[in-house]
C-alpha cells in the first residue's frame, strides 16, 4: 500500500489520540503529570539501549518505561521517601544518562532532535498498523477496569472496603500509560509527551458531565490538535510535533476563556 507520508501521520497520530482521552482522563483525576514527565524522560533512555541492543524501537521503549514503573512502584514500597521525590529521582537520571549514552552512540547524536520533539512524518505504515494493534489492547484493557479506576479515583479507601484490588488496579493503569508513551514518543517526542495527553484531558474536563464523556472529548480535542498541527506543519512549515501540543494548548485556552465568560454572565 503506497500512502503519503502525511496521511500515514494523520492516521498514526489519530491512532495515539483514541487513546490519549481516556489515559489523560485518568491521569488529570489522579494527579499523575508528573509521573508522565517520568516516563517521557526515561524514553531517550530506552531509544539508546534500542540503538545498543539493536530491537525494535517500540519494544525497547515499552520495556524501558515498564522497567520504570516497576522501580517507581518498588521504590514507593520499600522506601520513606515522599512519591514526589521518587519521581523526581528517577526522571532527571533517567534523563541525563540518556543524553550521555546519546552523546556517545555514532550516528544517534544527528537524530536527537527526532526523538526529543518528534518526527511523526516520517512515520512508517508498519509503524501505524502496529499503533492501533496496542491501541485496540490499550483500550480494552481499560474497558475492563474502568469502573475500578473511578472507585478508584473517587475514593481510595472507600474502593478497599468495596473489595477493589487496588494495588493491583494502580498498577495496571501505570503500564497502560508506560506503553501509550512509549508509543506516542516517535509522534511528539520525548519532551512533549505528558501535553499530548494532558492538554486534552484538561480541556475536556471544562466541558464534560461525567468520567466517560470527558474520556470522550479528551480523545475528540486530542484528534483536532493532531489533524490541526499536521495541517499548520504542511502549511506554515512548523515542526509537526510542537504543533499539535500548540494546537491542543489553544484548544485549551479557548474553552477555558469561554467558560469564564459564560459563567461571568450567568452569574
Known sequence: ????????????????????????????????????????????????????????IYLGLIIMCSL??????????????AS???????????LALGLILAS???????????????????????EVI????????????????WRPTLSISVHEDLAVVEGVAVGQIKFVLMLLIAVVFAVAMKLVGALLITALVIIPASCARQMARNPESMAVIG????????????????????PAGPGIICVATSFFVTVFVIKKIYLYFRS
Open 1 to 56: 500500500m503506497q500512502i503519503d507520508y502525511l496521511t500515514r501521520a494523520l492516521l498514526a497520530g489519530l491512532g495515539i489520540a483514541l487513546i490519549a482521552g481516556p489515559i489523560g482522563s485518568i491521569m488529570v483525576w489522579r494527579r499523575l503529570s508528573y509521573f508522565g514527565d517520568t516516563l517521557a524522560h526515561s524514553t531517550l533512555l530506552g531509544v539508546c539501549f534500542t540503538y545498543l541492543l539493536n530491537v525494535n
Open 68 to 81: 520504570v514503573t516497576c522501580s517507581l512502584m518498588l521504590f514507593l514500597s520499600r522506601s520513606a521517601l
Open 84 to 94: 514526589d521525590t521518587v519521581l523526581g529521582i528517577l526522571s532527571h537520571s533517567t
Open 104 to 126: 556517545n552512540i555514532p550516528g544517534m547524536r544527528t537524530d536527537l532532535s527526532s526523538y526529543l520533539y518528534g518526527d511523526i512524518l516520517a512515520i512508517r505504515l508498519d
Open 130 to 145: 502496529g499503533i492501533y494493534i496496542l491501541a485496540a489492547l490499550v483500550m480494552m484493557t481499560l474497558i475492563k477496569i
Open 219 to 238: 480523545s475528540v480535542v486530542a484528534m483536532l490538535a493532531v489533524g490541526g498541527g499536521l495541517f499548520c506543519s504542511s502549511i506554515y512549515d512548523w
